[in-house]
């Protein structure tokens, strides 16, 4: 039995009782990536030595007495836009291949304070723009349920390592599903939380007004430990909400009786596999055993989540990366004679296929004529959507149904049809863009690759999403299977 198989109130009280030291957990997981990493290929870079001094540290700090919190030792990887303190940091992508940032973010610096152990960077699709992890300049991620299959994206590294058992948690990031779509593929726990309730200092930016960094874990449990650790106030981002961080693991009651579920028709009708909407139904049934009750609802302009998302997100992200010129930091060209080709140069050779072809939507949709047409429509069809989720918890404790439409899919078998990859966060989607909370847990297996359950809160109300999906994780045993790998 793995260390990573116990949780982390487990492993804390196994410290305390030097039953184990932190140096055994680092070690676990080192050991792990040399078995297993050549075929999942989760990690670009590791941090061996600096882990180590770490993990010897802190054991020899822990005293029978003194007093650390439960993240205390814990090994965690880092998904690769989420900056590090000379530790390379280069969203996957060639502009940023030797970029060693001179500072943290603000959630690594808080997991410091809860001194947890860095493993190190997370593979990802490039500047988190993807839904496979296919889109990385490195090397592909694959699914440890099928080495065959992908591991979604953009979070696909943060997944597959957990899954794997490489790490015992991950930071990743979601913009329009890249925490929860990749959990579900990869059958672990993953959490977007409301926007603002994470601080996004020091997180790569993708579209500023969507990102939200997140955790992925094994267990409801440990997602609530470690949401508890990185949220917060952050004076350094001007979109971090200024209210008080709840006890999350003190929501895990085990009590769901008279909680009112809505289901949304549109999450359950075309373009969902059979599959995946009876492994909803039959978690709806053990919720219903539990005491909550369900009823279908509609969420109307859930429909036009899609294309609004692909022009809002664009549109951010040509403005974002326009910071990425070959000058001040990054890739520059050796293949220029003037400032107009260093510019032109860097950020083609640079970029990659799907960078590009979103930084050319979002300009045009910017353009002088095509704003109002494109842009604006957008932003108002991302009122009406939000709208739609308000109206819905006028009457509803959460929202149910499924976080992607199919199981995993083979790698190479969507990269040449991007309308058909942008189609796989149409569930996840409508959430970042009204800025509420949304979990994946595991419910289901199909053809032996996981399914994920998606339950969606209101405005910071994680607590009830933590105890909803707690209730059904204790009810069943699919967060207990794990990968053959």
Not at 54 to 61: I, S, V
Request: with cysteine; net charge negative.
């Amino acid at each position: 039995m793995s260390l990573f198989d116990y949780k982390v109130s487990d492993l804390h009280e196994l410290l305390h009782k030097k039953e184990i030291k932190v140096a055994d957990l680092v070690d676990e997981s080192y050991k792990r990536i040399a078995q297993v990493d050549n075929k999942v290929q989760a990690f670009l870079t590791l941090d061996e030595e600096k882990a180590r001094q770490t993990a010897n540290t802190l054991d020899e700090k822990l005293t029978a007495d003194s007093s650390t919190g439960l993240l205390f030792g814990m090994p965690i990887g880092i998904k690769d836009n989420i900056v590090t303190k000379d530790l390379r940091t280069t969203c996957a992508s060639k502009i940023l291949e030797n970029f060693n940032p001179i500072y943290d973010a603000t959630v690594v610096q808080k997991l410091q304070q809860q001194e947890t152990v860095t493993i190190g960077k997370l593979n990802m699709d490039e500047f988190a723009m993807g839904s496979s992890n296919e889109n990385s300049y490195y090397q592909k991620t694959r699914n440890p349920w099928d080495l065959e299959r992908v591991p979604g994206g953009s979070s696909g590294g943060s997944a597959a390592s957990v899954a794997a058992g490489e790490v015992l948690f991950s930071l990743g990031s979601d913009t329009g599903g890249s925490i929860r779509q990749p959990a579900a593929f990869c059958g672990v726990v993953g959490l977007k939380p409301t926007y603002g309730r994470v601080s996004r200092f020091g997180l790569v930016a993708f579209a500023s007004s969507l990102d939200q960094i997140g955790p992925i874990t094994r267990s409801v449990e440990d997602n609530a430990y470690l949401l508890q650790a990185i949220s917060g106030l952050d004076q350094m981002d001007s979109t971090s909400a200024n209210i008080d961080v709840p006890n999350f693991v003190s929501a895990l009651t085990g009590d769901v009786k008279g909680l009112k579920i809505a289901v949304p028709k549109e999450y359950l009708g075309e373009g969902v596999d059979e599959s995946v909407r009876q492994s909803v139904l039959e978690a709806l049934k053990v919720l219903e055993k539990q005491g909550a009750a369900w009823e279908e609802v509609s969420l109307p302009h859930s429909k036009y989540a899609l294309a609004a998302y692909y022009l809002l997100s664009s549109s951010e992200a040509s403005a974002n990366l326009a910071r990425f010129d070959g000058v001040r930091y990054g890739y520059r060209t050796p293949n220029a004679e003037n400032l107009l080709e260093l510019y032109k140069n860097s950020r083609s050779e640079g970029f990659g296929d799907e960078v590009k072809r979103r930084i050319m939507l979002g300009t045009f949709a910017l353009s002088s004529g095509y704003y109002d047409a494109y842009y604006k429509k957008a932003q108002q069809v991302r009122t009406l959507i939000k709208k739609d989720f308000e109206n819905v918890f006028e009457k509803y404790d959460v929202i149910v149904g499924p976080t992607t439409p199919t199981r995993a899919f083979k790698i190479g078998e969507n990269i040449d049809n991007p309308l058909t990859m942008y189609a796989n966060d149409i569930l996840t989607i409508p959430v970042n863009l009204a800025g509420v909370p949304a979990i994946s847990v595991p419910c289901g297996l199909d053809n032996g690759m996981p399914l994920g359950l998606q339950i969606i809160g209101k405005h910071f109300d994680e607590e009830t999403i933590y105890r909803v999906a707690h209730v059904y994780e204790q009810a069943t045993d699919y967060h207990k299977q794990k990968p053959g790998i």
